[in-house]
């Protein structure tokens, strides 16, 4: 089975403050990481994968196999950051194929 | 153009009535899927569909039936509403070529049951 944790619901920092989304995982195979964005009353989007190990939009999550995480981190958070943020774990082949399971997700509120 | 589309975007009806919603991608992808979003806002996978084909059903209750007229289209019809089906429900595709493809979400449907 496959499971991801994101152990904080709500999330509050101030503008330029350094930020960090946590998540873990647990999957006993080989995973695919995302990191889903959905701003207030839209689509979820995908914000970053771990095997594009590109910055979007200043942020940055590094697959770290050891400690089963994927934590998404900004330096300097800015107000348009506000969001509920989704960890997402996908396997590939078989029925799974596509699937996504996602965290409980973080809300995110950067205050002026 | 959208991506993924999903209507209505709102739906408020009684307990016990039967509804659907529809969604249609443009991006040729060969796999759909319905997501619920809950009261929590957790986000689960109900059903994914390839190439017409149901390939994942979450113990979903029967009296959610999806169905897949053509590669673009999957709908979501809902029988005998009940109170706990509330939620925000959104469709998603994706492509094929293995590990590499994104999930393409559409903007969600609200549902409420009164």
């Known amino acids: 089975a496959q499971r991801v944790t994101q152990p904080e619901k709500l999330l509050s920092v101030f503008k330029g403050a350094p930020v960090e989304l946590k998540c873990n995982y647990s999957y006993s195979g080989s995973p695919e990481l995302f990191w889903y964005v959905q701003y207030s009353r839209q689509r979820l989007q995908l914000l970053l994968r771990h095997i594009s190990r590109e910055s979007i939009k200043g942020f940055t999550a590094d697959l770290n196999k050891g400690e089963t995480s994927f934590h998404l981190k900004k330096p300097f958070a800015q107000e348009e950051d506000s969001a509920m943020y989704y960890c997402?774990?996908?396997?590939?082949?078989?029925?799974?194929?596509?699937?996504?399971?996602f965290g409980q997700g973080t809300i995110l509120t950067v205050h002026p | 153009d959208t991506a993924v589309s999903q209507t209505p975007k709102y739906l408020v009806t009684q307990m016990g009535n039967d509804k659907s919603i529809k969604c249609e991608q443009n991006l040729g992808h060969d796999t759909m899927y319905w997501y619920k979003q809950d009261s929590k806002k957790f986000l689960k996978i109900m059903f994914s569909y390839n190439n017409k084909e149901l390939i994942i059903n979450e113990t979903v209750p029967n009296r959610f039936s999806p169905k897949s007229p053509d590669k673009a289209h999957l709908n979501l019809h809902i029988n005998s509403l009940e109170l706990g089906d509330s939620a925000v429900y959104f469709c998603a595709s994706s492509g094929r070529g293995g590990l590499n493809t994104e999930a393409f979400f559409g903007q969600g449907t609200r549902l409420t049951v009164v």
């Open positions: 997402a774990l996908r396997r590939a082949g078989g029925t799974s194929y596509g699937k996504l399971t």
